[in-house]
T-cell receptor, first 114, second 118 residues
């Protein structure tokens, strides 16, 4: 299994500002993923982050809005830029343990934009 | 795109009762994950099924994937208040099966809210 931590656990931000969310894993992983869970909704994949290459974004998500960094095999950040109330969600990172096919999620970052 | 339908959307049971949650896919599944989520928290990995007819158990929770790999069920025996939460199924799209490196790109069902009354 993997132990995943996220910072911050929650935040309240003003519209127009940006927030960077950190995801730390206790082991080296090739791929990390960022998901969004809007209030009352299920999870939607934002992007896939590989170390040493640019993140791959899903339809409806763009790099200017959600820039991602992946500086090493245990860490990634997601920035939510120029926030609006519609960005209020739980943001979760997850990791794929490769051959074991087990997918683990971090505890999430609850973001409220006012 | 992959569509996942979970049923029921919510479920209220008395402690000790058995229950089943279903997850149906519009396309053949390459892999199916089950997670539990406490309100406002992260996802707890329960099980992953990949082979048609596969069945896995963990404590009082059993998950099955049908032979056609389009439907999965999650069964809880003798439910307890600790089982309460949101159960989510997540699917690995068959089109992304490229060397096992795309298992993380999951499509999720809308979730089933389980309440267990003591």
């Amino acid at each position: 299994s993997a132990v995943i931590s996220q910072k911050p656990s929650r935040d309240i931000c003003q519209r127009g500002t940006s927030l960077t969310i950190q995801c730390q894993v206790d082991s080296q992983v090739t791929m990390m993923f960022w998901y969004r869970q809007q209030p009352g909704q299920s999870l939607t994949l934002i992007a896939t982050a590989n170390q040493g290459s640019e993140a791959t974004y899903e339809s409806g998500f763009v790099i200017d809005k959600f820039p991602i960094s992946r500086p090493n095999l245990t860490f990634s950040t997601l920035t939510v830029s120029n926030m609006s109330p519609e960005d209020s969600s739980i943001y979760l990172c997850s990791v794929d343990l490769g051959d074991e096919y087990e997918q683990y999620f971090g505890p999430g970052t609850r973001l409220t934009v006012t | 795109s992959q569509e996942l339908e979970q049923s029921p959307q919510s479920l209220i049971v008395q402690e000790g009762k058995n229950l089943t949650i279903n997850c149906t896919s519009s396309k053949t599944l390459y892999g199916l994950y089950w997670y539990k989520q406490k309100y406002g928290e992260g996802l707890i990995f329960l099980m992953m099924l990949q082979k048609g007819g596969e069945e896995k158990s963990h404590e009082k929770i059993t998950a099955k994937l049908d032979e056609k790999k389009q439907q999965s069920s999650l069964h809880i025996t003798a439910s307890q208040p600790s089982h309460a939460g949101i159960y989510l199924c997540g699917a690995v799209p068959a089109a992304n099966n490229a060397g096992g490196t795309s298992y993380g790109k999951l499509t999720f069902g809308q979730g089933t809210i389980l309440t267990v009354h003591p």
